[in-house]
Every structure is written in C-alpha cells, then in structure tokens.
C-alpha cells in the first residue's frame, strides 16, 4: 500500500510535463505478438501497467528488453505459452492479450476478469463479438478459455499461427461503445482470411494509435464512415517496426487544472490539442462563466475521465453551482466522498432524463435509484483530511486538492492507483514546488 504525505498550501510553478499515454503505450507492446520480427516502442510511460504488461510477454515467451524509462525492444519469435498471467490481469490493457494470442495461437486462457468501485467494466460485448465471429468461450468459474476456428494453418518456426473465420466478410456491431473491446477484436482479426467490419466501434485516439501502428507493420485495417472499422486479413505474420506513443490526453487535462488550481503559473508541454477538444471547450466555459454543466460521453464527448478533474474545479473556484452528468459509469462519485471530508459541499441526483437506453454501461446494471448526477457548489476553502484514493482518477483528485488545503493531508492508496496512471507524479509536482512524499 502507498501512502502520501501531502503539506499542502505551497506556491506551485514552473514546467510540467505530460508522459506517455496510460492508455496507449503499454498495448502498443502487445501488437509485438503479432510478428516474429524485433519491435520497438518509444514514448512508453514507466509505470506498473506497463511492466506488468511487458513481464506478461516474457512469460509467454517473448524476449523484452527495456532500452531505456521510455524506450522497449521486445522480439517474439516463440510463443508456446497461452495463459496470460494472473500478475497482468490487474492492468486495464491486460484484454488486448485476447485479441492478439487469438490471431497468433488460435486460443487463450486467463483468469476471470473483475471491476471496481467506478463500475463494472464487463468485457461481455468482447466475448459477445468473438462468438458471433465464430469463437468458442468456456468458463470454470477461475478461468476463462477462448477459441477461434481454424480455417487453414501456416507453419513458421515449428509454430502455429491460426488464421480464423470463415472466407466472405464477417460482421459485428458493437452493442455499445468499449474502448478495449474495440482494440481486442481488431487485433484478433489481423490474420484472418476474409473481411471483418466491426460497427459501432470506439474513436478514441488511443484505438487510432494501435491501428496505426499495426498497418505500420503490415496489417489493412481502416476506419470507414463515423464508427466502422473494416479489417481485411493478411495472410503472413506482420514485419517488426519502430513505433511511438501517443502523449496522455489524461495526464495532460489534470496538469490544466492544475495550472487553474494553481493561479495560471504552470507551464503543460506535450500537450496534443486536438485529442483535448471536448475538455478545453469545457474548460474554457469554466473559465468564462466560473460554473460548468457537463454531460459525459464517449469519445468525441467529455471523457468519464475527466469528470473528477473540473468536480474539483468546480469545487475550488467555481462560483456557485456546477453540474455534471456520468452516462459512462454507474458509481464513479468516490471523489465527491473523499472531497467532501476537506469540505467540498456537493449534492447527488437523479437527472430528469434518467432513461437507462441514454448510458453506456450495461442496462442491466442500471438502477432506478441510483444517482447518476451531481450538483457541487464553490468556492470552497479546502481543509486536510485523512483521503483514500478509490481509483485512478479519484486518486489524483484528492493528491491535488491535498496541494491546495493548507497542512498536512494524508491519502491512502491501497492498490496503487495514483502510481498507475501517472507516471513519476511526486518528482513532478515537487519540481513544481510541492511538499509532498511518498511512503
């Protein structure tokens, strides 16, 4: 468990910079599955997912080789092993190992997937895409077991690779947008013999920079109007490439309002505007009337992710009433709770349009009596607490409020999360000027 220690009310400026995307750079080192040739990743943040991710690999078999904090040389010319290991499956981007053994092995086993306290996170709309793609699921309680079938079986090194599906074009629509999802069954499809159009897929810039990477390696995948992909399958392993991340679209909304927090004193580089649009139109509006209504959405809309961060805004600087929407999640209000033990005064309710088809989580986790909105009322003058960080979000949440509530703060991080999402953050704000450690 981690702790942080957080005297808080110290004057914060100067640079910031914005890492490698959580998101992104850590599935770029699964697509190394796809070929037998050396790939090479830069812009990879140093975090525990990503070693949990490139630990994984070397178990399969893979040779990993970490060049330098950002930097991995990872070949896989052997893979026999088809069970992702439990000490990966705790990373978010752990799914993708489905997608990319499916195609190189034709099968994969690993332990049941859980959730956590912003939702559920099922992976059923994966498993339902790999059915009707012809797959076969199996569960135990303990394992899940996942086959595709063979159509014809090339040879390579004493290894097979399996090309799945049948000839013609196979079709999948999405009951509704997963980011994950939509990533796991694209790498899936790479070497199939037919056609595969995947419809209402997820746009999230993240899924762009798998896709990128892997027709940089020799896969025909192709985004068509609006939320179709279309993956035409080659018939030989991919080529090795040298690849990049994208920079963290996350990281760098959190460091904007910390730059707000903070007076406008913070200087934010490797920021990536056009990844940023729904939440500085957002932030602008902030700015302008010191109030905010936001509606959460899959990408283009205002990230999930993001909703912690302009609470918090809200809450600190804001002038009168906020409000905001979470259509993505069924229970992400642990930052209100934490927040509330410093003095933020909020409120939850149900919206009057609290129809359960208008959110993209499950309907059947939908309940009639849960809040999905909230009202936060500002300014607030924050005061220390004893804070938990609940998950990622909620965790930089409460280390930032902590900056600005002056005396000691503590917050308790029992899984890790903070560490997990941003990459060498006490260094960071420390350099900002910050007194804050980490035990």
């Known amino acids: 468990m981690s702790t942080y220690l957080v005297n808080g009310g110290k004057k914060l400026s100067g640079v910031y910079e914005v890492s490698g995307a959580k998101n992104a750079g850590p599935k770029l080192l699964i697509s190394a599955l796809l070929t037998d040739q050396s790939c090479s990743f830069k812009n990879i943040p140093d975090s525990p997912d990503t070693r949990k991710i490139a630990e994984a690999i070397e178990i399969l078999g893979g040779e990993v080789e970490q060049l330098d904090a950002h ?10 092993q088809i069970e992702i290991p439990e000490s990966a499956m705790s990373a978010r981007q752990s799914v993708l190992f489905i997608g990319a ?7 994969v086993r690993m332990p049941l ?24 699921i199996k569960q135990d309680g303990v394992y899940t077991d996942i086959t595709l079938a063979r159509t014809h079986e090339d040879s390579h090194e004493d290894q097979v690779f399996a ?18 999802g939509t990533e796991s069954l694209i790498l899936a499809a790479v070497f199939n013999p037919s056609e595969v159009l995947l419809e209402n897929c997820a746009l999230e810039p993240e899924v762009d920079n798998l896709i990128d990477t892997l027709n940089s390696m020799g896969a025909k995948i192709a985004r068509e109007d609006d939320r179709h992909i279309r993956i035409t399958g080659v018939k030989k392993l991919l080529s090795g490439k040298a690849t990049k991340s994208m920079y963290d679209r996350l990281e760098a909304a959190t460091a904007l309002v910390l730059n707000e927090l903070a007076g406008d004193t913070i200087e934010v580089r490797n920021i990536e505007p056009q990844f940023l649009t729904a939440f500085t139109e957002k932030l602008n509006e902030f700015k302008k009337n010191k109030k905010v209504d936001i509606v959460t959405d899959v990408h283009p ?12 805004l809200a809450a600190v600087v804001g002038e009168g009433v906020s409000t905001i929407h979470e259509r993505i999640f069924e229970k992400r209000w642990s930052c209100l709770r934490e927040l509330g033990k410093m003095g933020v005064h909020y409120e939850l309710y149900r919206p009057e349009d609290d129809d359960p088809s208008g959110y993209n989580f499950n309907q059947s986790e939908f309940e009639s009596t849960e809040p999905h909105a909230a009202r936060i ?4 003058e924050l005061k220390p607490a004893e804070l938990n960080s609940h998950d990622v979000r909620a965790g930089i949440d409460v280390l930032l409020a902590a900056l600005f509530a002056k005396g000691e703060s503590v917050i308790r991080d029992p899984k890790d999360h903070i560490a997990r999402g941003y990459e060498d953050i006490v260094g960071k704000l420390t350099k900002l000027g910050a007194d804050i450690k980490k035990l």
């Not at 053994?101 to 099968?107: I, K, P, V, W």
Request: net charge positive; hydrophobic share 35%.
């Open 71 to 80: 930097s991995w040389r990872i070949t896989c010319l052997d893979i026999k």
């Open 101 to 107: 053994m499916l195609a190189r092995m034709g099968r």
């Open 113 to 136: 997937l859980g959730g956590d306290v912003i939702g559920k996170r099922p992976i059923d709309r994966l498993l339902a895409g790999i059915e009707a793609l012809g797959g076969e």
């Open 163 to 180: 090309k799945t599906w049948s000839s013609g074009q196979s079709r999948y629509r999405f009951e509704k947008n997963t980011h994950t």
């Open 301 to 312: 809309g205002f990230m999930t992710d993001w909703q912690p961060l302009m609470a918090l």
């Open 377 to 380: 009322f500002g300014p607030t």
